[in-house]
């Protein structure tokens, strides 16, 4: 899954995006999609898939909102991120783009301020480490637990 690293709403027909990895992107009027899904199914069908698990995604994460506290939120988007774009080294797994408080809680649906207090508890509980604009995790077992935690 690609993340945005940014994206502004200028308008109703503006949009501002900065990609976290390179990327193409393209544009197509609702008309011109419609007769080329109509030619191609296959592109409908991946759409459809594609759609289907962005609402799966997204329902889940409302369900974190309602019934999990920031950490664990935290915990469970750092491991999403790691599964999508994680990188292991000699130290272990790490997230290889530099996301700030407000980004991730963006993503949870928190504040920065939130993030950052709740990044103290990962890194107190032994979960992560994190430095100048990167998240290891130490202890992936420990993370795991603390985003299966029901808060509220």
């Known amino acids: 899954m690609l993340w945005a690293r940014r994206l502004e709403l200028v308008d109703a027909y503006t949009v501002h995006v900065r990609a976290v990895e390179p ?19 296959e592109v409908g069908l991946r759409m459809m898939d594609l759609l289907a698990e962005r609402l799966g995604s997204s329902n889940e994460r409302m369900a974190e909102i309602a019934h999990k506290e920031v950490v664990s939120r935290l915990a469970s988007q750092i491991l999403r991120l790691l599964e999508s774009e ?28 939130a993030v950052s207090r709740a990044f103290k508890e990962l890194r107190e509980e032994g979960a992560v480490d994190t430095g100048r604009a990167n998240v290891r995790v130490r202890d992936p077992e420990a993370l795991r637990r603390i985003a299966d935690r029901e808060g509220h």
């Open 86 to 113: 994680g990188v292991v080294d000699r130290e272990g797994r790490k997230l290889p783009a530099a996301y700030t408080h407000e980004e991730l809680g963006t993503m949870i649906g928190a504040g920065r301020v």
């Open 23 to 41: 990327t193409i992107v393209a544009f197509m009027g609702r008309d011109k999609l419609d007769r080329f899904i109509l030619r191609n199914p």
